[in-house]
């Protein structure tokens, strides 16, 4: 069964980093689209980031833009978020996705079913 993994998370003050993980087992990460959604204690799913099927492109959202980075060269189970000069309202729980299809023409990450990994950050 497909199963997403997600660890790294942890405690950090304002301005530190992080670097998140997702074991990814059970299906094929080969030309799929990976990324990562977050989400915060009363709020809503929130996109982060994501990179397309052949890893030339990545998406993130404002809020996290020039901060964090999804690596290219990673193994192809796996799928990594660094988080630099994390800030307060970076806290929430981080799920990590994939999508269903490969070969899609931008990220629908349509396949998420990890537990998430707790990131707080103090200020």
């Known amino acids: 069964q497909v199963q997403l993994v997600e660890t790294g998370g942890g405690l950090v003050q304002a301005g530190g980093s992080l670097r998140l993980s997702c074991a990814v087992s059970?299906?094929?990460?080969?030309?799929?689209?990976r990324g990562w959604f977050r989400q915060a204690p009363g709020k809503e799913r929130e996109f982060v980031a994501a990179?397309?099927?052949?890893?030339?492109?990545?998406y993130y959202s404002d809020s996290v833009k020039g901060r964090f980075i999804i690596p290219r060269d990673t193994p192809k189970n796996t799928i990594d978020l660094e988080m630099n000069s994390l800030e307060p309202e970076d806290t929430g729980v981080y799920y990590c996705?994939?999508?269903?299809?490969?070969?899609?023409?931008?990220?629908?990450?349509?396949?998420?079913w990890g537990q998430g990994t707790q990131v707080t950050v103090s200020s």
């Open positions: 996705a994939l999508d269903r299809k490969a070969f899609t023409e931008r990220p629908l990450l349509d396949n998420y």
């Open positions: 059970g299906v094929s990460l080969s030309n799929k689209a």
């Open positions: 990179i397309s099927w052949s890893g030339s492109t990545t």
